[in-house]
C-alpha cells in the first residue's frame, strides 16, 4: 500500500471514530460567511464591544456584526504609510470601552462616537493585551509595547516599547496571559516568560522549560493551569512552576487532539477548555478528563464549515465564535436545543417514511411509529434500529396508510389505516388482526381515530360515516346511535377523539367540539355555541387534557384553552406568539409546560407566563410542518412528534430558554434613501447613530429609514422587533427586519420607541427611545408666522385708519355742509334783513330828495341856504345811491344782478364827490380847491 493511500485511509478510519463521537455530543454550529455579507471568508480574530457588537477581522477588512446585518470597515488603513492592510490579527476592548486592532500593519483605536479610527503603532501586531490595572500590551514580530499615559478625555495613549536584556526572547511576541499574582506570562517563538512590573521598571524571566517551543496561544483556567498551545507540538498544561504537567498531541483518542498545530485556546465561563488547531475543533472538560472533536462534514450542514482555526471567542451570552481560515465564523450557541431526528433514507434499519402520521409506546426503549404510505416501524431508541411492518411483508397489515395507533388498557395495539380499517396486535407485531368494513360491521375503513371508554369499549372514528363502538368482549361493533340511541351526533367526519380523567370524551369533527359525560347518552352536546367566532370551531385537530384538568383544543384557528367548570374558552393565536394558528398536536410536559406541533413548527407554552417560545428548522427541526394528532410523551418525560420530514425526539428539560433580553442599538440613518454619517455634509449626524438621542431634520428631508440592531446572537433570526412613532402612527409595527420605515414625515416633534424579543419570544424590558424633529420650511417659522401676523396687523391698521379717516372726513363734510347750511340761512336772514332795511331807507331818503330839490331850486345861487340844500340833496343822493347799492349786492349775491355798462362824466362826478366834503372842509378850517 502507498504512504498516500495508507494515509486517506487512516484519515477516514479517524473521521468515522470522530463521527462516533460527534453523535454521542451533537453540536449544532452555525455559519456565518461571505455569502451573509463578510467582507472575506479568512476571520483570523473575533471580539465584543460593550455595546455587543461582534467584530470580526479578516485577510480583508473588518467587520462588524449585529446579528442580522454586517458593516465593513476597510478604509481605516487608506493612510497607512506602509500601505494598504489586508490581515487583521487581532481586536481587543479595554475596559474604558476603547476598540483596538491590532493589524499586519499597525495598531488602530476605533473611536465609536465620530465612528472613525486612528493608527498608534506601525509594527506588525500580534496580540492585544490588558492587564488588570488597566496597562495595554501590544505583542508584536519585533517586540513589546505597554501603554505608560493614558488620558480617557482625549483617548489619547503612550506606548512605550520594551525589549529586555535578552532580545532573542523579546522576538515575535505571539500571547500574553496574567496570573492571579499579577504576574504576566510571555509567550513567543522563544518559549516563555514571565514579567513583572514594579513602579517604572519591568523585570523579564525566561524559563527553561519549553525554551524552544514556540508558542501561539495561551489561556488560564480557574485552577491556575497555563494552557499553552504551539504550531508543531500540540498543547501543554502547566503549573505553576512553569512545568508541563500534561501533554496533548494529536491522534484518534479521546486523549488526544486533532493537530499539533493549536492556534488558539480558550476558557470559557463554564471551565472547558477550547483548542483550535490546523485539522479541527476540541474541547477538554476536566469532569471526564476526555477530549471532544469535531471537524467538518460534507453531508451535515451543522457541522463546523472548515476544519482550519484561527480564533475562538466567548461573547457575553456564553456562545462560542470560530473563526476559520476558509469557512468563515462559526458560532455554537450558548443555550442548546438538542432535537433528535429520525429519517428515511436507503438503510433497511432506517425509518421507511419521513412522513410520520401516528406514534405510539412499545417496550420502555422502542416505540410504534406510524408513516403515510409506508406502514408501520418499531424504533428501538436505544440502538438506533428499526424493524418494518406494510402490506408487503410475511406480518401483513391491512393497509400501509396508518392514521391512528391507540394502547389500551389490556396492553393491546390497535392501529387505524386510511382504506385499511383496523389492525391489532397483543403480542407487539408478531401477528396481527384485521377488522374491515368486509369481515365485521365497520362501516368505513377510513380510520381517524381510536380511544377506550371507561367500559372497556373502543370508539373508531371514521373520516366520513361517524364513530362506531367495538365491544372487545363481545367482539361486536354498532354504530354510536345503536349503543346511546339518545345521542344525536351529526354525520361530521371525525378528526379526534379524547377522554378525560373523568371519562368524559370528546369528539372533534370538521365542523365543530361534541362533549357526552361519562357515558350518558343524553348528555351529548355541542360547545359551538362558547365560542365566539364559529370559524374558530372549524377543523378540530386535536385535544387534550392538562393536570389541572383544563381541556385544551387545537385547531385551524389557534389553540383553545376550555374550562368545563365554568363552560368558558381563551383563544391564543399568532397575535399571542404562536408561529402558525394551524395546531395540530398538543402534549404536557412534566413542568406543566404545553408543546404544541404546528404547520410552522414546534411551540413551547408556558401556562405560568401565557408566553410562547417557538422552534424552527433553525433550531435542529427537520422541517416546520407537522402531521395531524401525531404526538407521544413516554414514562420518562421525552416528547416525540411526527412531522412531513421525520420523528423529532426531545426531553423537554435539555431545551434551554434565554432568558436574556436583548439589547437595541441604531446602526445606521437613511434620509431620501441616501445614507447619512457622521462626516455627511448634511450635518444632521454630530455623532455615531449609535451615540445620539435625537435628531434634527428639515422639511424636506422626510423620508426616513432607522436600521437598528437587536443584540441577540443565538439564533439571531428568530430575534423580533417592533417600533412605534408617536405623532405618525399609533401601532406598533412587528418586523424581524429591524428597520423603521417613515415616509413623507410633517414638520413637527416625533418620539421614536423601539422594542425587541430574543430568539425565545422574551421582550426587552428597556425600550429604545429617539427623538425626531422635522424643521418646517422658512415660511412657516413661528418668525415667518410672526412676520405675517405682523403684516396682517398692518394691513388690518391701514384699512382700520383708511376708513376711519374716510368716515371723519365723513363727518367734517357733514358739518360744513350743516355749518355752511346754516351760514346760507344766515346769509338769507341777513340779506333779507338789508333788503327791507334797504327798501325802507330808500322810502324816507326819496322823500327827502323831493323837499332837497325844491330848497335848492327857490334858493338863490351862491348863497349859504343855496349850499346848504344842495348838501342835503348831494347827500341824500349819495345815501339812496348806497341804498341802491346794498340792493344790488344782494342781488349780486343771489345771482340776480346783470352787468350794464354806462357812459358818465368822470369830472362832473368827481365835483359832485368834491362838493360833498367842501362844507365840512371848511368847518374844520381846511381850504381845498377843484
Known sequence: MSFDLLRIYFYSLHVRLFRKVFLKNPVRFSHLTVEDGLSNSSVLSISQDYKGFIWLGTRDGLNRYDGKRITIYRDLYKNNPKGPNVKINC?????????????????????????????????????????????????????????????????????????????????????????????????????????????????????????????????????????AGSNTDGLYRIDNTFKAVRHYTEGNNAENILSNNVRKVLVDKKGQIWIGTLKGLNRYNYSTDKIDAWVHHPDD?????????????????????????????????????????????????????????????????????????EGLNLLNLENKTVTRFNTGNKKLLSSNLVKTIYRDYSNALWIGFFAGGVNVTKNEGLSFSAFTSKNSRLRSNDITSIIEDNEGRLWIGQQEVGIDIFDKARKTIHKLSEVFPKTNLPKEGITCLFKDLTGNIFIGTRKSVYLMR??????????????????????????????????????????????????????????????????????????????????????????????????????????????????????????????????VDFNPITIEINNHPPEITLTKLEINDRQVTVADKSS???????EIKNIRLSHNQSDVIIDYAVLNFIKPNKNLSAYQLVGYNNEWVYTNEHRAFFRNLEPGNYTLFIKAANNDGLWSQSIKMLQIRVDPPFWLTWWAYTFYFLLVVSVMTAIFRFFNSRKELQRKLHYEHELNLRQQELQNMKTDFFTHMSHELRTPLTLIQGPAEMLVEKSKENTTERKLAQSIQSNSDRLLHLTNNIM???????????????????????????????????????????
Not at 157 to 185: A, H, M, R, S, W
Not at 684 to 690: A, D, E, G, M
Request: proline fraction near 3%.
Open 888 to 930: 344790488d349786492f344782494m342781488k349780486a349775491d343771489s345771482g340776480a344782478l346783470k352787468l350794464n355798462n354806462t357812459s358818465v362824466d368822470f369830472i362832473k362826478f368827481s365835483k359832485e364827490v368834491f362838493d360833498k366834503f367842501a362844507l365840512a372842509a371848511r368847518e374844520k378850517k381846511y381850504t381845498i380847491l377843484f
Open 91 to 227: 481586536i481587543a476592548e479595554d475596559k474604558l470601552r476603547n476598540l483596538w486592532i491590532g493589524t499586519n500593519n499597525g495598531l488602530y483605536i476605533y473611536n465609536p462616537v465620530e465612528d472613525k479610527f486612528s493608527i498608534i503603532i506601525y509594527d506588525y501586531i500580534n496580540f492585544i493585551f490588558e492587564d488588570n490595572e488597566g496597562s495595554l500590551w501590544i505583542g508584536t514580530t519585533t517586540g513589546l509595547y505597554f501603554s505608560k499615559a493614558f488620558a480617557p478625555d482625549k483617548h489619547k495613549i503612550t506606548f512605550v516599547k520594551y525589549e529586555g536584556k535578552d532580545k532573542q526572547i523579546f522576538q515575535n511576541i505571539q500571547c500574553i496571559v496574567q496570573k492571579p499574582d499579577k504576574q504576566l506570562i510571555i509567550g513567543s517563538t522563544a518559549g516563555f516568560f514571565s514579567l513583572q512590573k514594579k513602579e517604572e521598571a519591568i523585570y523579564a524571566t525566561r524559563h527553561s522549560s519549553m525554551r524552544q517551543v514556540n508558542i501561539i496561544t495561551m489561556s488560564i483556567d480557574s485552577t491556575g493551569y497555563i494552557w
Open 518 to 647: 361519562n357515558n350518558q347518552s343524553d348528555s351529548l352536546k355541542t360547545l359551538e355555541n362558547i365560542f365566539p367566532d364559529k370559524n374558530q370551531m372549524t377543523y378540530i385537530n386535536c385535544i387534550t387534557e392538562d393536570k389541572n384538568q383544563t381541556i385544551w383544543i387545537g385547531s385551524s384557528f389557534g389553540l383553545t384553552n376550555y374550562l368545563p367548570a365554568t363552560n368558558k374558552i381563551t383563544t391564543y393565536t399568532i397575535d399571542n406568539g404562536l408561529p402558525d394558528n394551524k395546531v395540530v398536536a398538543i402534549v404536557e410536559d412534566e413542568n406543566n409546560n404545553l408543546w404544541l406541533s404546528t404547520s410552522k413548527g414546534i411551540s413551547k407554552f408556558n401556562l405560568q407566563e401565557k408566553r410562547f417560545a417557538n422552534y424552527k428548522k433553525p433550531d435542529g427541526l427537520p422541517g416546520d410542518v407537522f402531521n395531524y394528532n401525531s404526538s407521544y410523551k413516554d414514562r420518562q418525560g421525552r416528547i416525540f412528534f411526527g412531522s412531513y420530514n421525520g420523528l
Open 301 to 373: 450542514p451543522y457541522s463546523i464549515n472548515y476544519n482550519s482555526i484561527y480564533d475562538i471567542f466567548e461573547d457575553k451570552q456564553g456562545s462560542v465564535w470560530i473563526g476559520t481560515y476558509y469557512g468563515g465564523a462559526n458560532r455554537i450557541d450558548a443555550f442548546s436545543t438538542p432535537f433528535e431526528v429520525y429519517q428515511n433514507a436507503s438503510d433497511p434499519n432506517i425509518l421507511s417514511s419521513n412522513i410520520i402520521s401516528a406514534i405510539s409506546s412499545s417496550t420502555p426503549q422502542s416505540l410504534w411509529v406510524g408513516t403515510e404510505a
Open 684 to 690: 444632521v449626524l454630530k455623532k455615531n447613530i449609535s
